[in-house]
């Protein structure tokens, strides 16, 4: 064998057992789902919000696209606009949650039974921006539920375990998941990061011009 045959040969074996080291660990990691919450009719906006475009992708893609390198799995949770979203959304399972109209508890539940005994990461369709140092912030956390904070107030992605899926998935559909976590506080962890997006969402066709100013910046 030529010199140069047997080095390529030694970094093809190399290469080999990286990635089967890296497959190993990731297969002993907690298996994430991330749940996008989609199932809101947008009644301040007056038009699907989510479709809106920035940097010439819907609001939606961007949500999906935050989460998506740090998740096994993306459930997107649909209601009213769920045609018009099937049409757009690529590479998630999609959910639709046939109580959409009880509020955005309902949409937390379908999605969660969907999930369970795998951990989740819970965000709000219109919550565009968040940036990768704060999920990874809230993927190192100790605690059962994570909650990132901004100068004081928290906001989104909420991180909860699988044991605590599990509870929440019993909860009343008229529930919030605000009280759910209060009543489970002593296990929750507050993670200051220094992100504003985690409180910026999409609730009015202002809000969305200030979005795309910010993606012009």
């Known amino acids: 064998m030529p010199p140069s045959t047997f ?3 030694l970094e093809n074996i190399e290469t080999n057992i990286a990635l089967a080291y890296n497959t190993s660990i990731h297969m002993n990691e907690n298996f994430i789902v991330g749940i996008v919450l ?3 009719s947008s009644t301040r906006a007056k038009v699907n919000k989510l479709l809106l475009e920035v940097d ?3 609001l939606i893609s961007h949500t999906i696209n935050t989460i ?5 799995k993306v459930i997107v949770v649909t209601g009213k606009y769920h045609n018009e979203l099937c049409k757009i959304i690529q590479n998630c399972e999609i959910v639709f949650n046939s109580n959409h109209e009880l509020g955005m508890f309902s949409s937390i539940l379908t999605g969660v039974n969907k999930a369970i005994g795998k951990d989740v990461l819970i965000i709000p369709g219109d919550i565009t921006n968040v940036s990768s140092t704060t999920i990874k912030a809230l993927l190192s956390g100790s605690k059962a539920i994570r909650i ?3 100068n004081g107030k928290t906001g989104h992605p909420v991180f909860i375990d ?3 899926v599990e509870l929440l998935s019993k909860e009343p559909i008229d529930y919030k998941l605000c009280d759910f976590i209060a009543k489970h506080n002593n296990d929750v962890e507050i993670i200051e ?3 504003s997006f985690i409180n910026f969402d999409v609730d009015t066709l202002d809000d969305y ?5 910010e993606f012009t910046l």
Do not use: E, M, Q
Not at 68 to 72: K, L, R
């Open 7 to 9: 080095i390529v040969f």
């Open 38 to 40: 989609a199932g809101g």
């Open 56 to 58: 010439r992708k819907p």
């Open 68 to 72: 998506s390198p740090f998740v096994n």
């Open 148 to 150: 990132p904070s901004f």
């Open 162 to 164: 699988k044991h605590y």
């Open 193 to 195: 990061v220094n992100d």
């Open 209 to 213: 011009n200030k979005l795309r100013k």
